[in-house]
């Protein structure tokens, strides 16, 4: 039992390591990404709450929505590993359209975040360069797709 608590107290103590490394990160992200005009950045915290800096997650402008697999494409192609999570808005899902019938118009908020999201790391294996980089690689993306 005692071993169990040390190894539990170590990774605990860890854990606010890493939530500073991936709040460091997150930050470098956020100024890089911010120097973008076609993506807009999502608030991540409050006064009332405070990320866990999981991830960094950008909503590319309307004009770009429908090129957003062609820039992660090309992300991909530069090294930078991004994720999208919501690939549509639940509303828009077959069961929920065909139970509540919603319409492909319905939630536009909702359909917005979802069809032009893209995720980005910001791990605490990661470095400030690391995050330099992955601007550097979504500009390059962008220009590739206008």
């Known amino acids: 039992f005692l071993s169990k608590n040390r190894t539990t107290c170590m990774v605990l103590k860890r854990m606010d390591v890493f939530l500073e490394k991936r709040k460091e990160n997150y930050m470098a992200l956020s100024r890089g990404v911010g120097e973008i005009d076609e993506v807009v950045q999502f608030r991540s915290s409050h006064e009332e709450y405070e990320s866990s800096y999981y991830c960094h997650s950008v909503r590319l402008k309307e004009n770009l929505v429908g090129k957003r697999f062609e820039i992660v494409d090309s992300l991909k192609a530069q090294g930078v590993g991004t994720s999208v999570y919501y690939p549509k808005p639940v509303p828009h899902m077959t069961y929920y359209r065909d ?47 206008q």
């Open 99 to 145: 139970k509540y019938r919603y319409g492909e118009d319905s939630f536009p908020v909702a359909a917005s975040i979802s069809y032009g999201s893209i995720a980005f790391p910001v791990g605490p294996h990661l470095t400030v360069e690391d995050m330099a980089y992955i601007v550097k690689a979504l500009k390059k993306a962008i220009r590739e797709v």
